[in-house]
């Protein structure tokens, strides 16, 4: 079985400082990883992904996400927040030995203050 | 680019009624994904399809069906329904079903049951 646990359900930071959301996984088989942004009332959108190529993932609007298998974690980035970027964050899984379901974790809304 | 449909928007229901969810996927998707969203939750795996076969199949009730038609797109029958099944239910289409196929969301449909 595979899970993953985002390990603040709030963060808030100022406007062009560093963002950072943590996400640890845990799984049987080398998984891939994702994260996903939902605005209020929005759908889920696709930020990045990570399997099994390059640990370093470019995402959009300047995210990015470092897969470290030693510390079974796949935290998020970003060197500056916007405004625009205040939203709640899922990091997901889904195993890489049977079917492609994915696993979410329990969100983590980002606030940006100006 | 062409997205996830999903339609209705916006369904009230009275309890013990039954409803009906679509779901268009992107052009050449082959599989669909149907996910539950509580209220304040994180998203929870239903049901997926893959070349009009069930795929995969998560914690949906088993007062709810669904099928993938000759044409890839998806409809999610819920009966009976109950206070509980109030939620946001998103579909998402990817190409192929294999661990690790992106999976791109629809604006979701929001259930109200009353």
């Known amino acids: 079985a595979q899970s993953v646990t985002q390990l603040d359900s709030h963060v808030s930071v100022s406007e062009g400082t560093p963002v950072l959301l943590r996400c640890n996984y845990s799984?049987?088989?080398?998984?891939?990883l994702f994260w996903y942004v939902q605005h209020p009332n929005k759908g889920l959108q696709l930020l990045l992904k990570?399997?099994?190529?390059?640990?370093l993932v470019k995402g959009i609007n300047g995210f990015e996400a470092e897969f470290k298998k030693s510390e079974t974690s796949f935290h998020l980035t970003k060197p500056s927040a916007h405004m625009s970027d205040a939203a709640e964050y899922f990091c997901?899984?889904?195993?890489?030995?049977?079917?492609?379901?994915?696993?979410f974790g329990g969100g983590t809304r980002l606030m940006v203050k100006p | 680019a062409a997205g996830v449909i999903q339609s209705p928007r916006h369904l009230i229901k009275e309890k013990r009624e039954t409803a009906t969810l679509k779901c268009y996927p992107i052009?050449?998707?082959?599989?669909v994904y149907w996910y539950q969203q509580g209220p304040g939750q994180d998203p929870q795996f239903l049901i997926s399809?893959?070349?009009?076969?069930?795929?995969d199949k998560g914690s949906i009730p088993d007062r709810f069906s669904a099928q993938q038609f000759s044409d890839y797109h998806s409809e999610l029958n819920m009966s009976s329904l109950e206070l509980g099944d109030s939620a946001l239910y998103f579909c998402?289409?990817?190409?192929?079903?294999?661990?690790?196929?992106?999976?791109?969301f629809g604006p979701g449909t929001r259930l109200t049951v009353t």
């Open positions: 399809f893959y070349e009009k076969m069930q795929s």
């Open positions: 998402a289409s990817s190409l192929g079903e294999l661990a690790g196929a992106e999976q791109y």
């Open positions: 990570y399997t099994s190529a390059a640990t």
């Open positions: 799984s049987s088989y080398s998984p891939s």
């Open positions: 052009p050449r998707h082959d599989t």
């Open positions: 997901v899984v889904t195993p890489n030995n049977a079917g492609n379901m994915l696993t």
